[in-house]
């Protein structure tokens, strides 16, 4: 089983998180803020991640620390789960629809951090949650996975819907990507040797 646990405590949050890569898409998330509760339960659900996370976060201020500690947690976790990464299909995209919406997410488990954003969020906040962090998110997950990791809006007018569209699309090419290839299950998907 790829399994991690990772927690992380600072001036500004407290996290515990426990991730099972093979799992069946269970989940129970607390970080305070129920919009971003609402993304990882369907980032969880859609790669069929088993996550677990609970954070106690400075939300008095806004969601920032929040929403940028939880992305470093997750990539930490990713990261220690997939550990030499033997076997594992590396890349990953999807297409993901949802009503007015179409996001492209396409990625590689490279050990190279890289983002490309390439979304416009029309609002600045949706509910009580800053439109702005969703980024913020993927910039931690980025650089603690070494994930290089693109995001194309190709329609869009509802920001409860491009930001959801984001996490789904990201939850299915993570999990495509993560993926056991049978045929390379002893190797080590680059020539260098490492990833």
């Known amino acids: 089983m790829r399994t991690s646990q990772i927690h992380r405590k600072t001036g500004e949050t407290d ?4 991730l099972n890569i093979d799992g069946r898409g269970t989940y ?4 305070g ?8 339960e369907l980032f969880a659900r ?12 400075d939300s008095h201020v806004d969601d920032h620390h929040t929403t940028e500690d939880i992305g470093i947690s997750l990539g ?15 890349y990953g995209s999807m297409m993901l629809p949802m009503d007015e919406t179409l996001i492209l997410c396409a990625l590689d488990i490279s050990g190279r ?11 600045e906040k949706v509910g009580s949650f800053d439109t702005e962090l969703t980024k913020e998110f993927m910039t931690a997950l980025t650089r603690e996975m070494g994930l290089t990791l693109h995001f194309k809006m190709l329609a869009g007018e509802n920001s409860h819907h491009i930001i959801e569209a984001v996490f789904k699309a990201l939850a299915r090419a993570l999990a495509q990507a993560a993926a056991i290839s049978e045929e390379y299950a002893d190797e080590i998907p680059s020539t260098k040797g490492v990833l």
Do not use: W
């Open 15 to 18: 996290i515990q998180l426990s």
């Open 46 to 57: 859609h790669g069929r991640f088993d996550l677990s996370l609970k954070c106690s976060g």
């Open 33 to 40: 803020c129920g919009f971003l509760n609402h993304m990882l």
């Open 113 to 123: 951090a890289y983002l490309n954003f390439d979304v416009q969020i029309p609002t």
């Open 76 to 90: 930490q976790a990713f990261r220690e789960a997939l550990g030499n990464k033997r076997g594992i299909l590396r």
């Open 28 to 31: 129970d998330i607390d970080t």
